[in-house]
């Protein structure tokens, strides 16, 4: 199991419709095989910058991910909603180990 | 719905140990009243830094969460584990939108 957090940072002008193509995005991840979660986190603090947390069975089903339509188009859509680069950290799986509470 | 994620760098010589008590605090963290979540990652590429996923229904079980017995114990152990402090950042959930998903 792997996860991927997503550090992404919008410009304020661009964040409602940035929410918009996440949850797209969202809705059609969670549908990948081999996906566990794919939240979309915003900060309290900062409403600019969010989280995504990609939660896959193997490097495989998360390098698949990049590979999807889905993927492809959000990347497109929210690239000039960028404020600077996102920033992804791969993550190996502590806990919950048990692939049934995921 | 709140999420905590908390950054964690541990002094490379107690990883092991920090995994340890990690877990413990896990299994009791997940029975809370109000916990959705309660993820503990590792850097693939820095095995001595960690990501805990905290996730709670409201402000006030994640506030709680702080006042019980396994945090303190494990506020404690890990506190000379420590290279550097924590970091913990709280986000407002987007997706999924659904408690039932959590």
């Given at each position: 199991m792997?996860?991927?957090?997503?550090?992404?940072?919008?410009?304020?002008?661009?964040?409602?419709?940035?929410?918009?193509?996440?949850?797209?995005?969202?809705?059609?991840?969670?549908?990948?095989?081999?996906?566990m979660r794919?939240?979309?986190?915003?900060?309290?603090?900062?409403?600019?910058?969010?989280?995504?947390?990609?939660a896959?069975e193997?490097?495989?089903?998360?390098?698949?991910?990049?590979?999807?339509?889905?993927?492809?188009?959000?990347?497109?859509?929210?690239?000039?909603?960028?404020?600077?680069?996102?920033?992804?950290?791969?993550?190996?799986v502590i806990c919950p180990a048990d692939r049934s509470q995921w």
């Open positions: 792997i996860v991927t957090v997503v550090e992404v940072y919008v410009k304020p002008q661009h964040i409602d419709a940035f929410v918009e193509a996440v949850r797209e995005n969202h809705e059609a991840s969670v549908k990948e095989q081999g996906n794919f939240d979309i986190l915003q900060s309290a603090a900062e409403p600019s910058q969010f989280l995504l947390y990609e896959y193997s490097e495989d089903s998360s390098k698949a991910h990049k590979e999807t339509p889905h993927y492809q188009k959000w990347k497109e859509t929210v690239g000039p909603m960028m404020a600077k680069p996102r920033k992804g950290t791969p993550y190996r």
